[in-house]
């Protein structure tokens, strides 16, 4: 079965600093994606990011960034520069293989607060 | 080139009652999957359907079943309601496919469901 850790309820940044939001997770799938979502007040889940778990680099989009380190099960989400608009709750969550088959397992979340 | 839209938008229901909340995929998505996700916590998949069959399901009871119209649209019927059942319901859309993008899942607003 599989299963996402985040072991951060709550965090809080400062304003145009970076911060990192934790994610560990565990499988027995040798072949498996990760994503990270946002989640404002409003509900919508934003989809972020994705790793594959065979891809040699880490992925980034503009201020995102995740890092994956395969050994460790972990994929920590880095979001550079944050900006007050990041608030919200943000939710690690893994799927079987690089397809859009199958249900995604999500964890708990962590909310970020940014400060100005 | 609308999202995921999901109907209605929230729902006030009595114990015992039952319940249809509806959602249209993005388009050209032919595969919709049902999430639960109670307040704190994260979405809890329910089951997805393509081809307008059910072709996973998650922990849930019979009391919750599904649909797929022959338009990609589904409907989630839940029968029995207990308070437990209060929560956003999450409708997620995507394209069954190979390639670069497989992995790519779009989430629609949610439906918050309040049984009393």
């Known amino acids: 079965a599989q299963k996402i850790t985040q072991t951060q309820p709550g965090m809080f940044v400062q304003e145009k600093e970076a911060v990192t939001l934790d994610c560990t997770y565990d499988t027995s799938d040798p072949s498996y994606g990760l994503f990270w979502y946002k989640q404002p007040s409003s509900g919508e889940m934003i989809f972020l990011i994705y790793?594959?778990?065979?891809?040699?680099q880490n992925a980034t989009e503009g201020r995102y960034s995740l890092n994956f380190q395969k050994a460790r099960k972990s994929a920590n989400l880095v979001i550079s520069a944050s900006q007050l608009g990041d608030s919200a709750m943000y939710f690690c969550?893994?799927?079987?293989?690089?397809?859009?088959?199958?249900?995604?397992?999500f964890g708990d979340g962590t909310t970020l607060t940014v400060k100005p | 080139d609308a999202g995921v839209t999901q109907s209605p938008t929230h729902l006030i229901k009595t114990r015992g009652q039952q319940v249809t909340l509806r959602c249209s995929p993005k388009s050209g998505h032919d595969t919709v999957s049902w999430y639960q996700q109670a307040l704190g916590q994260g979405p809890q998949f329910i089951f997805q359907?393509?081809?307008?069959?059910?072709?996973q399901r998650g922990n849930f009871p019979d009391r919750f079943s599904g649909h797929q119209f022959p338009n990609y649209s589904s409907e989630l019927n839940v029968n029995a309601l207990w308070l437990g059942d209060s929560a956003l319901y999450l409708c997620a859309s995507s394209r069954r496919t190979s390639g670069r993008k497989s992995y790519e899942q779009y989430f629609g607003p949610g439906t918050r469901l309040t049984v009393t």
């Open positions: 359907y393509y081809e307008e069959e059910e072709r």
């Open positions: 969550a893994m799927r079987e293989a690089n397809t859009n088959a199958g249900k995604s397992t």
């Open positions: 790793q594959g778990s065979y891809d040699q």
